[in-house]
T-cell receptor, first 116, second 117 residues
Framework: DAKTTQPPSMDCAEGRAANPPCNHS???????VYWYRQIHSQGPQYIIH???NNETNEMASLIITEDRKSSTLILPHATLRDTAVYYC?????????????????FGKGTHLIIQP | GAGVSQSPSNKVTEKGKDVELRCDPI?????LYWYRQSLGQGLEFLIY????????KSGLPSDRFSAERTGGSVSTLTIQRTQQEDSAVYLC???????????????FGQGTRLTVV
């Protein structure tokens, strides 16, 4: 039972903003949206997370729609090293209190290819 | 340590043998997770630890798989009587706590590539 839907792949020109989207229409009020990426042959890398407000850090920005049913990750100036599979994950706010007993549930993600 | 460390980085074993995979989490991280990734597939969650306790073992693929964590630090994933379908990259991650939104981003190791021949 996938909680998120992402396009399997997308291309972006180097230097442009890459913006992989994610649908999470069944998200509950207690669930955060997390983004990770996995560069080939490496372990996944945390990028950013948010609940309902837009978030920005040194790696990316996260735009969450007002109804929280979808979000978009923004890499403002994509480089060739940003080529990776990007995973959008929803996760319960309070696992420790029994809201969920699993770890991060990764789907298939979006294979983002940055073209030179 | 500076990051999550896993050993060995590669392991080739014969079908039917037991293997033990090791994970050293980031110092001070109370939560630890095991995942596996088969060739061309997504990440499959296996088990998590809060401290030394693993409250839910239902993600382990079969009773040949077991995991333990001691001293709130090092964890080992043991696979008994390995089968060819066990071949995968086994990834370990740790996070400061389990509580989402409170610095709970998970940091992953480089994984152990297990090949069962």
């Amino acid at each position: 039972d996938a909680k998120t839907t992402q396009p399997p792949s997308m291309d972006c020109a180097e230097g442009r903003a890459a913006n992989p989207p994610c649908n999470h229409s069944t998200i509950s009020g207690n669930e955060y949206v997390y983004w990770y990426r996995q560069i080939h042959s490496q372990g996944p890398q945390y990028i950013i997370h948010g609940l309902k407000n837009n978030e920005t850090n040194e790696m990316a920005s996260l735009i969450i729609t007002e109804d929280r049913k979808s979000s978009t990750l923004i890499l403002p100036h994509a480089t060739l090293r940003d080529t990776a599979v990007y995973y959008c994950i929803v996760r319960d706010r309070d696992l420790y209190s029994g809201g969920g007993a699993d770890g991060l549930t990764f789907g298939k993600g979006t294979h983002l290819i940055i073209q030179p | 340590g500076a990051g999550v460390s896993q050993s060995p980085s590669n392991k080739v074993t014969e079908k039917g043998k037991d293997v033990e995979l090791r994970c050293d989490p980031i110092s001070g991280h109370t939560a630890l997770y095991w995942y596996r990734q088969s060739l061309g597939q997504g990440l499959e969650f296996l088990i998590y630890f809060q401290g030394n306790s693993a409250p839910d073992k239902s993600g382990l693929p079969s009773d040949r798989f077991s995991a333990e964590r001691t001293g709130g630090s090092v964890s080992t994933l043991t696979i008994q009587r390995t089968q060819q379908e066990d071949s995968a990259v086994y990834l370990c991650a740790s996070s400061l706590t389990l509580r989402t939104g409170l610095n709970t981003e998970a940091f992953f190791g480089q994984g152990t590539r297990l090949t069962v021949v």
